[in-house]
Antibody, heavy 126, light 113 residues
Framework: QVQLVQSGAEVKKPGSSVKVSCKAS????????LSWVRQAPGQGLEWMGG????????KYAQKFQDRVTITADESTSTAYMELSSLRSEDTAVYYC???????????????????WGKGTTVTVSS | DIVMTQSPDSLAVSLGERATVKCKSS????????????LAWYQQRPGRPPKLLIY???TRKSGVPDRFSGSGSGTDFTLTISSLQAEDVAVYYC?????????FGQGTKLEIK
């Protein structure tokens, strides 16, 4: 089964950007959707957005629409999540996870999340 | 967006006893075209990422112990642990994937009594 290896912890200043990577090992991303979910300290889970690497099409939660960019490089089986205009409330653990999906074009449905990365801690502090 | 509400927020159960977690969605997550409930359950142990337990409301993921079961349809769902083990101490989340964004419940913290 594929495993997801995420990049290391980051400390960022307010107003800056962070880019977190998620590499598939033991398989490729080509058959999966890939979602990003974050968890603020002591809080619950929040879906930020996802990508279908074979199509290169993304979908974002409205809350993050203006600040998040999700990309994927099929050649290296690596997905990326970049979050801009960071503020203290963005301090969280960011997870990538594989998705079952179906559909095409703009009508892609993201289903349950099967394999999860271990998470990347992003701390936003001045 | 569909709002998911879990109850209770926390739960303490004795080892070997049954634990029950409820999840209610603000609208039905049953798709009449395929008669499937678009509902998953995850377990998150302290300091670990979430782990998928159940999908389509009642399908146990391969390798998940059979003491975990999911039931319900439409807007009301239940996760049951038939005989609590020490390793089941965790926070449990339900998630609907009927519509995007796939929203989560607030979580239920399960502890040993």
């Amino acid at each position: 089964q594929v495993q997801l290896v995420q990049s290391g912890a980051e400390v960022k200043k307010p107003g800056s950007s962070v880019k977190v990577s998620c590499k598939a090992s033991g398989g490729t991303l080509s058959t999966y959707g890939l979602s990003w979910v974050r968890q603020a300290p002591g809080q619950g889970l929040e879906w930020m957005g996802g990508i279908i690497p074979i199509f290169g099409t993304e979908k974002y939660a409205q809350k993050f629409q203006d600040r998040v960019t999700i990309t994927a490089d099929e050649s290296t089986s690596t997905a990326y999540m970049e979050l801009s205009s960071l503020r203290s409330e963005d301090t969280a653990v960011y997870y990538c996870a594989t998705n079952l999906w179906d559909g095409s074009g703009s009508a892609i449905n993201y289903y349950y999340m099967d394999v999860w990365g271990k998470g990347t801690t992003v701390t936003v502090s001045s | 967006d569909i709002v998911m509400t879990q109850s209770p927020d926390s739960l303490a159960v004795s080892l070997g006893e049954r634990a029950t977690v409820k999840c209610k969605s603000s609208q039905s997550v049953l798709d009449s075209s395929d008669n499937k409930n678009y509902l998953a359950w995850y377990q998150q142990r302290p300091g670990r990422p979430p782990k998928l337990l159940i999908y389509w409301a009642s399908t146990r993921k391969s390798g998940v112990p059979d003491r975990f079961s999911g039931s319900g349809s439409g807007t009301d769902f239940t996760l049951t642990i038939s005989s609590l083990q020490a390793e089941d101490v965790a926070v449990y989340y339900c998630q609907q994937y009927y519509s995007t964004p796939g929203s989560f419940g607030q979580g239920t913290k399960l502890e040993i009594k």
